[in-house]
């Protein structure tokens, strides 16, 4: 059975950015109901400390919040390529400084 985590992202001080960390804790409260290979994360505000424990796994779900220009409460859903990882203009914001 392949390796699968869920890793929530954000900084729940600071308001809608929180949502990642909020919904590990819900998912976490719902844990039973869960498959066992998934495994929950709370990345917090994430960082180089991730990439290690990253390795380990055959897909990586992460949710974080941005403004991506949409009415709040919207979603989006990203596929990291190759080609991603190649682009020479990256947005940073607090959280991801040291991830990337």
Do not use: C, Q
């Amino acid at each position: 059975m392949s390796s699968f985590a869920v890793i929530g992202l954000g900084n729940t001080l600071r308001g809608d950015d929180g949502i990642g960390i909020i919904l590990i804790e819900k998912l976490a409260e719902e844990r039973k109901k869960l498959p066992e290979n998934v495994e929950l994360i709370d990345g917090g505000t994430g960082g180089f400390n991730l990439i290690h424990s990253l390795s380990k796994f055959e897909k990586i779900l992460i949710i974080d919040a941005l403004d991506f220009h949409a009415s709040p409460g919207s979603y989006k859903f990203f596929k990291l390529t190759e080609e991603h990882l190649k682009t020479k203009s990256v947005h940073i914001d607090s959280h991801e400084r040291d991830f990337l």
